[in-house]
């Protein structure tokens, strides 16, 4: 590569250029610069025919020269043609041009995701595999298969998408859809008489009405063999024939009311599709005194089963003579004998179960996971209305991190892959409870605490001084799980804080140097030195004082909510504890505990 001036007439935008195609740019941030001073910053070229050169990156800037230029020349006809400070490309390599000028114009103005998929699409010819254009991008695997899933579009869409007549959401629902569904939907869109689906309504009219989600299945998915649609977006898994899977699920539930009457109850009553279960029309009633079952379905493939109840108008009838009354069964015992014999139980095994550590752990663990009439167990929501810092939390390394243990876990309990948490949020099972703690005593120590370490980390609330005390005992390095993206410098917005980041990452004087920059300028040089771009010194494993373990605030005014947590962490307890010794081994289960758990 070599640096030159060339006329400005002797310049062209190169195909390899990111906006070769795109409509043309916003110049009203740059234009007034370039008319008072000139083209400073370099373009990037590569050498054409005739002694003529393709501009690679720098599009905006040699328009903004073209408009100043024909300015001059309007002024003074016999001007010399104006010069333009050039880094020349050794020529030939297509792809290197191509991830040049993308990555010269992400660190400025982001294209649009037609424009990107332009480019995603000439490297893929070239060579390159997604997850290198990941990698040299700095971007996480699904986004990019996000914007390759582009392709799947009619080249009229796509046009529809770069002109802003087609909304996001719909883009995304689109790239799901065969060519002929998509040549229907423009049908619909050309035509003025017709209503088109967008949004969420488009969804429903390519999967023909609700979809549904397989994890509401009674079956088994595996064995049942019907296919399965997986949203690239939502990464949602939702059957692609709703009506196979009600004939399966309409079995499944006709072998769960089997089951129930053969474990004694009086009948079970399977309610009308998405009819509603009003629970102030039933009384709770037991099955030795007669309680039905009830069975409600819904069109979003949900079955919820209400055990033990009786409608109200039954139960007067049977009051006042209208219905046969059975004469009622004496009990073996008596309510408060009951509760004698409960009692006494209790207070043996708990006895026992305290000099048994390793059965009370897999029983907390169990208890954790499914909850009690004692428990109430709660998932960290990891609630955001801002879409951006979803998609950032979702595809950051440490999710990913923890959505591999997860999965590890789940495969140790036998539960379904696909399940979004091990902890559940249903309603308290009896029998699930006492499922999961007989899995659990055939599992070794180190699976209970690695499923321990899952549960505990799904029900970990955000934001509160558990989280720091707990990164400041392990010696968390936020570096390890975290990196800036463009989501996080969108949300600064303080230009204090952003000073004290640039003399972090590009020291002292270039921070002083800069007091008086725009926000904009300042979050550059942070980005530029992460990036190591522009001349700055590449900075490895950059985290802002907020994020480390523990944080601290760029300014006096406060404010900051991790810190504020790790304020009241301090005020119990040191912020940097002696090194945590390792944890004792726990003993193994009694002699009893070990004997066979059922006949």
């Given at each position: 590569?070599?640096?030159?001036?060339?006329?400005?007439?002797?310049?062209?935008?190169?195909?390899?250029?990111?906006?070769?195609?795109?409509?043309?740019?916003?110049?009203?941030?740059?234009?007034?610069?370039?008319?008072?001073?000139?083209?400073?910053?370099?373009?990037?070229?590569?050498?054409?025919?005739?002694?003529?050169?393709?501009?690679?990156?720098?599009?905006?800037?040699?328009?903004?020269?073209?408009?100043?230029?024909?300015?001059?020349?309007?002024?003074?006809?016999?001007?010399?043609?104006?010069?333009?400070?050039?880094?020349?490309?050794?020529?030939?390599?297509?792809?290197?041009?191509?991830?040049?000028?993308?990555?010269?114009?992400?660190?400025?103005?982001?294209?649009?995701?037609?424009?990107?998929?332009?480019?995603?699409?000439?490297?893929?010819?070239?060579?390159?595999?997604?997850?290198?254009?990941?990698?040299?991008?700095?971007?996480?695997?699904?986004?990019?298969?996000?914007?390759?899933?582009?392709?799947?579009?009619?080249?009229?869409?796509?046009?529809?998408?770069?002109?802003?007549?087609?909304?996001?959401?719909?883009?995304?629902?689109?790239?799901?859809?065969?060519?002929?569904?998509?040549?229907?939907?423009?049908?619909?869109?050309?035509?003025?008489?017709?209503?088109?689906?967008?949004?969420?309504?488009?969804?429903?009219?390519?999967?023909?009405?609700?979809?549904?989600?397989?994890?509401?299945?009674?079956?088994?998915?595996?064995?049942?063999?019907?296919?399965?649609?997986?949203?690239?977006?939502?990464?949602?898994?939702?059957?692609?024939?709703?009506?196979?899977?009600?004939?399966?699920?309409?079995?499944?539930?006709?072998?769960?009311?089997?089951?129930?009457?053969?474990?004694?109850?009086?009948?079970?009553?399977?309610?009308?599709?998405?009819?509603?279960?009003?629970?102030?029309?039933?009384?709770?009633?037991?099955?030795?005194?007669?309680?039905?079952?009830?069975?409600?379905t819904r069109d979003s493939?949900?079955?919820i089963f209400h055990e033990?109840?009786?409608?109200?108008?039954?139960?007067?009838?049977?009051?006042?003579?209208?219905?046969?009354?059975?004469?009622?069964?004496?009990?073996?015992?008596?309510?408060?004998?009951?509760?004698?014999?409960?009692?006494?139980?209790?207070?043996?095994?708990?006895?026992?179960?305290?000099?048994?550590?390793?059965?009370?752990?897999?029983?907390?663990?169990?208890?954790?996971?499914?909850?009690?009439?004692?428990?109430?167990?709660?998932?960290?929501?990891?609630?955001?209305?801002?879409?951006?810092?979803?998609?950032?939390?979702?595809?950051?390394?440490?999710?990913?991190?923890?959505?591999?243990?997860?999965?590890?876990?789940?495969?140790?309990?036998?539960?379904?892959?696909?399940?979004?948490?091990?902890?559940?949020?249903?309603?308290?099972?009896?029998?699930?409870?006492?499922?999961?703690?007989?899995?659990?005593?055939?599992?070794?120590?180190?699976?209970?605490?690695?499923?321990?370490?899952?549960?505990?980390?799904?029900?970990?609330?955000?934001?509160?001084?558990?989280?720091?005390?707990?990164?400041?005992?392990?010696?968390?390095?936020?570096?390890?799980?975290?990196?800036?993206?463009?989501?996080?410098?969108?949300?600064?917005?303080?230009?204090?804080?952003?000073?004290?980041?640039?003399?972090?990452?590009?020291?002292?004087?270039?921070?002083?140097?800069?007091?008086?920059?725009?926000?904009?300028?300042?979050?550059?040089?942070?980005?530029?030195?992460?990036?190591?771009?522009?001349?700055?010194?590449?900075?490895?494993?950059?985290?802002?004082?907020?994020?480390?373990?523990?944080?601290?605030a760029y300014t006096t005014?406060?404010?900051?909510?991790?810190?504020?947590?790790?304020?009241?962490?301090?005020?119990?307890?040191?912020?940097?504890?002696?090194?945590?010794?390792?944890?004792?081994?726990?003993?193994?289960?009694?002699?009893?505990?070990?004997?066979?758990?059922?006949?």
């Open positions: 590569m070599k640096l030159d001036f060339i006329p400005i007439d002797k310049l062209f935008v190169d195909k390899t250029n990111v906006r070769a195609r795109q409509k043309r740019a916003d110049l009203s941030d740059i234009l007034p610069s370039i008319r008072q001073r000139g083209v400073l910053q370099t373009l990037l070229v590569r050498p054409a025919a005739g002694e003529r050169f393709g501009i690679v990156a720098g599009a905006r800037r040699f328009a903004c020269a073209s408009i100043v230029s024909e300015e001059q020349q309007a002024l003074d006809p016999a001007a010399d043609p104006m010069l333009l400070p050039c880094a020349i490309l050794d020529d030939g390599d297509d792809a290197a041009a191509i991830e040049a000028s993308m990555l010269e114009n992400m660190a400025r103005l982001d294209p649009d995701e037609v424009s990107r998929w332009e480019s995603f699409v000439r490297l893929v010819k070239a060579g390159r595999s997604p997850q290198e254009i990941g990698l040299t991008f700095g971007l996480p695997d699904l986004t990019v298969r996000r914007v390759l899933a582009l392709g799947n579009l009619l080249p009229r869409i796509r046009d529809l998408y770069r002109r802003e007549e087609i909304d996001v959401a719909s883009i995304r629902h689109l790239t799901l859809a065969t060519k002929s569904q998509q040549q229907a939907w423009l049908a619909l869109h050309d035509d003025p008489e017709a209503r088109c689906p967008i949004g969420h309504r488009l969804k429903a009219w390519l999967f023909g009405g609700n979809e549904i989600k397989v994890a509401f299945a009674l079956f088994d998915l595996a064995a049942s063999g019907l296919e399965t649609v997986t949203d690239l977006f939502g990464e949602e898994v939702v059957f692609a024939d709703t009506d196979a899977f009600w004939t399966a699920q309409e079995a499944a539930i006709a072998e769960r009311r089997d089951a129930y009457l053969a474990a004694g109850w009086t009948d079970v009553m399977i309610l009308p599709r998405d009819a509603y279960f009003a629970s102030w029309d039933y009384e709770k009633t037991p099955k030795r005194k007669g309680g039905l079952v009830y069975v409600q493939g949900e079955v033990g109840y009786l409608s109200r108008s039954a139960m007067r009838a049977a009051a006042c003579g209208d219905a046969p009354a059975s004469k009622p069964v004496r009990p073996e015992v008596t309510s408060p004998l009951q509760t004698y014999i409960d009692l006494h139980r209790h207070a043996a095994v708990r006895a026992v179960l305290a000099d048994a550590p390793s059965v009370a752990l897999r029983l907390m663990v169990a208890h954790a996971i499914v909850g009690s009439p004692l428990w109430n167990v709660r998932i960290e929501p990891q609630a955001t209305r801002n879409d951006a810092v979803r998609e950032s939390v979702e595809t950051c390394p440490g999710e990913t991190a923890f959505d591999s243990h997860r999965r590890a876990a789940l495969d140790l309990l036998g539960m379904d892959a696909e399940r979004a948490t091990v902890t559940s949020n249903r309603s308290y099972d009896d029998g699930a409870l006492a499922g999961l703690f007989l899995r659990l005593l055939t599992l070794p120590d180190p699976d209970v605490m690695t499923i321990l370490g899952v549960v505990m980390g799904e029900t970990l609330a955000s934001g509160g001084a558990a989280v720091e005390v707990v990164g400041t005992v392990l010696g968390v390095r936020m570096a390890d799980h975290w990196q800036a993206d463009a989501v996080f410098f969108d949300l600064i917005r303080d230009k204090e804080a952003l000073r004290g980041m640039v003399g972090e990452v590009a020291g002292e004087a270039v921070a002083t140097a800069n007091t008086d920059e725009k926000a904009k300028a300042l979050k550059q040089i942070v980005r530029d030195c992460i990036a190591g771009a522009n001349g700055r010194t590449k900075v490895e494993h950059w985290v802002p004082r907020w994020m480390h373990f523990p944080p601290a005014r406060g404010g900051v909510g991790s810190v504020a947590a790790a304020a009241r962490v301090a005020a119990v307890t040191p912020m940097a504890p002696p090194e945590t010794p390792p944890l004792p081994a726990l003993p193994a289960p009694e002699a009893e505990s070990e004997m066979p758990l059922a006949a």
